[in-house]
């Protein structure tokens, strides 16, 4: 069977061997991975608005694509950040369709679960401004190139897991990653 859903580990180097733990968690026939073994550094951003901001983003997102256009659905791009509460989540995706989907899934609608639902909108739109709703938390822009989370084939999902500390995470956090990408799958159906 054709596996439509490819799942991204090691854009950010340091975010390798979580996304490892993540992908050992699931069998081939339901999830292909791709594991950046020579990713970029990681970049701490303080705001929401700058989610990943830099051209070498741009570049490793370019060949991404390149490497998998058209053979996929979904496209899950796991992060890892740092959290003191841990067990949070946000979800960065351009189609609101797919966004209110997520809202559904009990994973992401369950208040101890702290999953931010997060709209990647155009460059030129104000995000302190532009229109929330009871979806949506809030608005990001993204150096990602907008052929990767602007096309209509394969939806775009940012995924980044926050873990109480260090790069690798826990079995929980690991189940935890495991458990929204499968609420993530569902909404491709
Ligand atoms: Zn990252």
New binding site residues.
């Given amino acids: 069977m054709h596996v439509d859903t490819l799942l991204v580990t090691g854009?950010?180097r340091?975010?390798l061997k979580f996304g490892d733990h993540v992908a050992a968690l699931f069998n081939a026939d339901t999830i292909d991975v791709m594991r950046i073994s020579q990713?970029i550094p990681?970049?701490r951003t303080t705001t929401d608005e700058t989610f990943?901001s830099n051209t070498q983003h741009r570049e490793i997102y370019l060949q991404l694509r390149q490497q998998i256009k058209g053979r996929y659905r979904l496209l899950i791009d796991?992060?890892?950040?740092i959290d003191e509460a841990g067990h949070c989540a946000d979800i960065f995706c351009h189609d609101r369709h797919f966004l209110a989907c997520l809202a559904t899934q009990p994973a992401i609608a369950e208040p101890a679960a702290s999953v931010r639902l997060i709209k990647i909108v155009e460059p030129n739109t104000n995000t302190a401004v532009n229109s929330k709703d009871s979806i949506v938390d809030a608005d990001a822009h993204t150096w990602i190139p907008r052929e990767i989370w602007d096309d209509d084939r394969c939806t775009y999902i940012g995924l980044?897991v926050y873990l109480q500390q260090g790069n690798e995470g826990t079995e929980e956090d690991w189940q935890f990653a495991r458990t929204l990408i499968e609420n993530i799958q569902i909404c491709t159906g």
């Fill in positions: 854009i950010h340091e975010e990713g990681q970049i990943y796991l992060h890892c950040g980044e």
